[in-house]
């Protein structure tokens, strides 16, 4: 069985001041991770993916996320965030090779940026 | 946009009833997809199904619990007999079961209120 721990719960930060999310997960298999975002009142958006390839991962608004294996780390980093970055973000990992590829979601870090 | 739809987004129920949510995913995917979040943790894996079979069922679905798929669209969860402790966001996600990391898209969730 997998599990994702997220270190923190709660993210505050100024606008422009850069922000990581910090990802640690257990796996006895190798995984695929995730990031989602959910923002006030919506649903769960995939924000960035790691599968394979180069450890690190961008998204399209600015964010990136660097798998490191033997850390078993996923952590997401913006490296100057807006106030419509306030959310609350979730790591989540899937088995790479299993059939169904349910999610395992970390407890989620809310970020609140204050201007 | 034809994205994951779900239906009634706020349930509110006295404890003992039976309530029923829908999901109807991209039209395309064949997996779909059951989560329960409760206030302040990440999303719990339920159950999924790819096409009309459910595959998968988590511990966490009691026997109150049931979901179907019956032609391999939409599908249908139902609670009999409600308790305070379902109180929760039941989340659907819906994907194709080909290609990498098999990312999984939401939808905005049914609040449930047991009182």
């Known amino acids: 069985a997998q599990s994702v721990t997220q270190l923190d719960s709660q993210v505050p930060v100024f606008e422009e001041a850069p922000v990581e999310l910090r990802c640690n997960y257990s796996s006895s298999v190798s995984v695929y991770l995730f990031w989602y975002v959910q923002y006030p009142n919506q649903g769960l958006q995939l924000l960035l993916k790691?599968?394979?390839?180069?450890?690190l991962v961008e998204s399209i608004n600015g964010f990136e996320a660097e798998f490191n294996k033997s850390q078993t780390s996923f952590h997401l980093r913006k490296p100057s965030v807006h106030i419509s970055d306030t959310a609350e973000y979730f790591c989540a990992v899937t088995r790479n090779k299993a059939a169904g590829n349910k999610l395992t979601f970390g407890g989620g870090t809310r970020v609140l940026v204050k201007p | 946009d034809t994205g994951v739809s779900q239906n009634p987004r706020h349930k509110i129920t006295k404890r003992g009833q039976n309530v029923t949510f829908r999901c109807d995913p991209i039209s395309e995917h064949n997996r779909l997809y059951w989560y329960r979040q409760t206030l302040g943790q990440g999303p719990e894996f339920l159950t999924y199904?790819?096409?009309?079979?459910?595959?998968?069922k988590s511990r966490l679905l009691s026997d109150r619990f049931s979901a179907e798929r019956p032609k391999g669209s939409f599908s249908t969860l139902e609670i009999q007999r409600t308790e305070q402790g379902d109180s929760a966001m039941y989340l659907c996600?819906?994907?194709?079961?080909?290609?990498?990391?098999?990312?999984?898209?939401f939808g905005p969730g049914t609040r449930l209120t047991v009182l």
């Open positions: 996600a819906s994907s194709l079961s080909s290609g990498g990391g098999n990312f999984q898209f």
């Open positions: 790691y599968l394979s390839g180069s450890t």
């Open positions: 199904f790819q096409n009309e079979a459910q595959l998968e």
